[in-house]
């Protein structure tokens, strides 16, 4: 994604070789920009930033308990707990999203 290439200069970390060409340096999953001397032009992106959330919709959970689990062992687990509706899981993963 272009938002990970947007990296200070001087916080660039080296991901090629001198004098890879723009289209080299992406094909193997890097950042090019040339226009600032003295830094590398092939540069590592930034990690992705990703956060866990509840999914809304229930037929999306995927069941991280057992029946009859108790909202704080779901918790305790790591999980979500919702009871409601019938018929899906209480007890269920979080989704991680990306920011």
């Given at each position: 994604a272009k938002c990970q290439c947007k990296t200070v200069p001087k916080e660039r970390k080296n991901c090629g070789y001198p004098g890879i060409?723009?289209?080299e340096c992406k094909k193997i999953g890097c950042c090019f920009n040339a226009?600032?001397?003295s830094v590398?032009?092939?540069y590592s992106p930034k990690q992705k930033k990703v956060k866990k959330v509840c999914p809304t919709d229930p037929h999306h959970r995927i069941n991280c308990g057992?029946?009859?689990i108790?909202?704080?062992e779901c918790?305790?687990?790591g999980c979500c707990f919702r009871a409601h509706p019938a018929?899906?899981?209480w007890c269920f993963y979080h989704r991680n999203v990306e920011e």
């Open positions: 060409s723009a289209s226009s600032v001397p590398p032009w092939c057992h029946p009859g108790k909202p704080w918790t305790r687990k018929g899906v899981p």
